[in-house]
């Protein structure tokens, strides 16, 4: 089997902008909800984040979400390390076939990720993203 050459390659920094410009695509009213949660670029995801999600491949998983969603605090929820929020750049680049369908990509990957800091369970973040809110 062939492995398919990346459609799009761009430095971190680039991508670190497309990022931005997403986040900034976010209704204000969502983003204020935001609560202790960082988004990370790494270019692909350890073996133990692909464990974590059942995967075995890594170019399949685009983002992950790792931390306490918002929905399961409690009242003790206080001094903690910040939820993560990781999206893998070379996978999200060999999905892309061009710059515009790299930035629809990182945006969906956002809200995909971003739902389920809000307590949405897979199917529920799949159907959100769909939405675009």
Do not use: C
Request: aromatic residues 6%; without cysteine.
């Amino acid at each position: 089997m062939t492995q398919k050459s990346m459609a799009v390659n761009i430095t971190r920094e680039e991508f670190e902008k497309l990022i931005k410009e997403a986040i900034q695509q976010i209704p204000l009213k969502i983003r204020k909800l935001l609560d202790n949660v960082e988004i990370l670029v790494d270019d692909f995801p350890s073996e133990a984040q692909l464990n974590s999600v059942h995967k075995t491949n890594k170019m399949s998983l685009l983002g992950l979400y790792q931390g306490i969603p918002k929905t399961k605090r409690g009242v003790n929820y206080a001094n903690v390390l910040p939820d993560r929020i990781t999206l893998f750049q070379k996978p999200i680049e060999y999905t892309a076939q061009n710059k515009e369908d790299l930035k629809k990509i990182i945006k969906r990957v956002i809200i995909h990720e971003l739902a389920h800091h809000f307590g949405f369970d897979e199917t529920q973040a799949r159907l959100l993203e769909k939405k675009k809110w």
